[in-house]
């Protein structure tokens, strides 16, 4: 760490000076133009202040009863997420449906709506919901968020693998907490093969160049594309189905093209309804064009085409993304038409 960002993190530790949440922090002694500003002092939760996620991946449960015991791993701070995964039984994952429908990954802003001692129910922005006009609720563990805003950088880096390591900030560059697909993070600057960053708690940490892509903040992380949309939804091909997964841990069908969406600078809603109503109807289908399926009149599922009569999808729990043809039984019996959220 070179001294003047020794000066910079040091000073936050320090500031007690109160900040709204969600404003942009002064520029503090030691902090360049162009660099990051440091983080404020932290805040207390409020209600319909900004929070920022700041582990891994936090799931939004229905309530705070929502979890059970085998639950435990992913209410911690850090999160134990592949614990989780491997602690649940297949009808455990298949009863999430009743308990969890979404997640948010590291350094999201979410918003509170309501507080209790140990939980806070927040909606999420950057998941727009049927649920909520203000973004996807959930209720998520007090400890896994923070108020401090996010350091104030004019680069970030999204994870463009399915996961990647954060790492120490030293030659060592030991493995500290392993973050997925779609995670931003400000950027401080690049050294021997890592990108530098700064976490929500303030910590420097390193990713792998390899494992992500750095960017200009708000603009996408990858180019939007067709090609490319098909390209990223298969790199998934593979990863177990996760009712409410939105991470590289795991998807469920929506949460899937939401991801990659997301990495292409697209918003689209996080479930599979509002995704039918949204984005620009099509008759002939292209690649990248998202397909919807009903039954009774209800949409439950979505696939993207991949072209060649081909689509690509996180079918049900124990089934991994896969590519299948479009005309396979019983998905094309079902078949409600198709949307498309690039032009």
């Known amino acids: 760490m070179s001294r003047a960002l020794a000066r910079v993190v040091a000073t936050a530790v320090l500031l007690v000076a109160a900040v709204a949440c969600g404003s942009t922090p002064a520029p503090t002694a030691g902090a360049s133009a162009t660099g990051p500003a440091a983080p404020a002092a932290r805040q207390a939760l409020a209600v319909g202040g900004s929070a920022w996620v700041a582990v891994s991946v936090a799931r ?10 085998v639950d435990a791993p992913a209410l911690q701070a850090p999160v134990r997420f592949r614990a989780w995964l491997a602690a649940m039984s297949l ?11 979404t997640e948010a990954l590291l350094g999201d802003r979410v918003v509170v709506v309501r507080l209790r001692p140990q939980w806070a129910k927040v909606v999420v922005p950057s998941q727009p919901s049927q649920k909520d006009p203000r973004g996807y609720p959930g209720w998520v563990p007090r400890r896994q968020l923070t108020t ?7 680069q970030v880096a999204t994870v463009t693998s399915r996961t990647s390591w954060l790492r120490s900030d030293d030659a060592a560059a030991t493995r500290a907490v392993e973050v997925s697909f779609g995670t931003r993070l400000p950027v401080l600057g690049q050294t021997a093969g890592y990108v ?6 303030g910590v420097v940490r390193r990713l792998a160049g390899s ?3 750095v960017h200009d903040r708000g603009a996408p992380a990858i180019a939007p594309g067709a090609a490319s949309l098909v390209r990223t939804a298969k790199s998934f091909l593979g990863l177990p189905y996760l009712w409410g997964g939105l991470s590289g841990f795991g998807l469920d069908c929506s949460g899937l093209t939401w991801l990659v969406h997301r990495v292409h600078g697209v918003t689209i809603p996080r479930d599979a309804l509002p995704q039918s109503q949204h984005g620009t109807a ?13 039954t009774a009149g209800r949409v439950h599922h979505v696939s993207m085409y991949v072209g060649d009569g081909l689509m690509i999808h996180a079918p049900r729990t124990g089934r991994p993304v896969q590519v299948m043809s479009f005309s ?10 198709a949307r498309r959220y690039l032009h």
């Open 60 to 69: 939004l449960w229905t309530s705070p009863t929502a979890p059970w015991p």
């Open 91 to 101: 009808s455990q994952r298949r009863a999430l449906d009743q308990r969890s429908d």
């Open 148 to 154: 401090v805003p996010p350091a104030q950088a004019s």
């Open 196 to 201: 530098r960053v700064v976490t929500p708690r």
């Open 211 to 213: 494992t992500v892509a």
């Open 282 to 294: 099509v008759g002939t289908r292209q690649p990248g064009d998202l397909l919807f399926y009903a």
């Open 328 to 337: 396979a039984p019983p998905l094309r019996a079902e078949y409600v038409g």
